[in-house]
Structure formats: structure tokens, C-alpha cells
Nanobody
Framework: QVNFVESGGGLVQPGGSLRLSCETSGFSLESYAIGWFRQAPGKEREGVSCISATDDMTYYSGSVKGRFTISRDKPGKTVYLQMNELKTEDTAVYYC????????????????WGQGTQVTVSS
């Protein structure tokens, strides 16, 4: 059974940092790309970052590029999202997920995801 457990969210001031973690089970990170997406109230889901399975290629949305870093514990089952220079517009529930279809991030659909972790950026 595919499972994701996100953690690490919280309340942080603008300019601050958070590190999100996603513990996975039921599939191999060496077979499928995995990424983070977020959803804020009243807004559409937004893909934030992704890391490919085979060559660790990373991708970022324009809104977070240069501030967020995705990584994974390859021998293990954990994916991380380091978030620096946080802005109020980063406030959202953050989810990690995959589509169990491809090792590449191109066109990833996030058909499987966890319960999410709330990130609130506010002064």
C-alpha cells in the first residue's frame, strides 16, 4: 500500500525557513519520480518541486526557484523540501506525491499523496 507522511510544517515569519519531510512506503524512490505540491485556500493546486528517480534531476516552479531545495534520502524512503526566504504567498498545505508511472518529473500527475502539512508564513 502506497503511503506518504508529511511533517515539518508550522508558523514562520517572512524570511524564515522550514524543512519539510515526507516518509514514503509501498513503492521505491529509485523507480518513480516524487515531488511536492501545495494548495492554498481558494487557489488551484500548484506543483512546487520534483526530483526524478534515476538521475536526481530536480525541478522547481518559478515562484520557488532559488529559495526551495528538494532532496531525498536515497537509501531510505524520505524526501525533503528545504524552504528558505519564505514569503506570505508560500502559505499553503504542502503535500508530497507521485503518480507511480514514470521515473521522470516531466508531466508528473500526483495521483497519490499524503495528508499534507500546513505551512503558514505570517508576521
Amino acid at each position: 500500500q502506497v503511503n506518504f507522511v508529511e511533517s515539518g510544517g508550522g508558523l514562520v515569519q517572512p524570511g524564515g525557513s522550514l524543512r519539510l519531510s515526507c516518509e514514503t512506503s509501498g513503492f521505491s524512490l529509485e523507480s518513480y519520480a516524487i515531488g511536492w505540491f501545495r494548495q492554498a485556500p481558494g487557489k488551484e493546486r500548484e506543483g512546487v518541486s520534483c526530483i526524478s528517480a534515476t538521475d536526481d534531476m530536480t525541478y522547481y516552479s518559478g515562484s520557488v526557484k532559488g529559495r526551495f531545495t528538494i532532496s531525498r534520502d536515497k537509501p531510505g524512503k524520505t524526501v525533503y523540501l528545504q524552504m528558505n526566504e519564505l514569503k506570505t504567498e508560500d502559505t499553503a498545505v504542502y503535500y508530497c506525491g507521485t503518480d507511480l508511472k514514470s521515473s521522470s518529473c516531466f508531466g508528473i500527475e500526483y495521483n497519490y499523496w499524503g495528508q499534507g502539512t500546513q505551512v503558514t508564513v505570517s508576521s
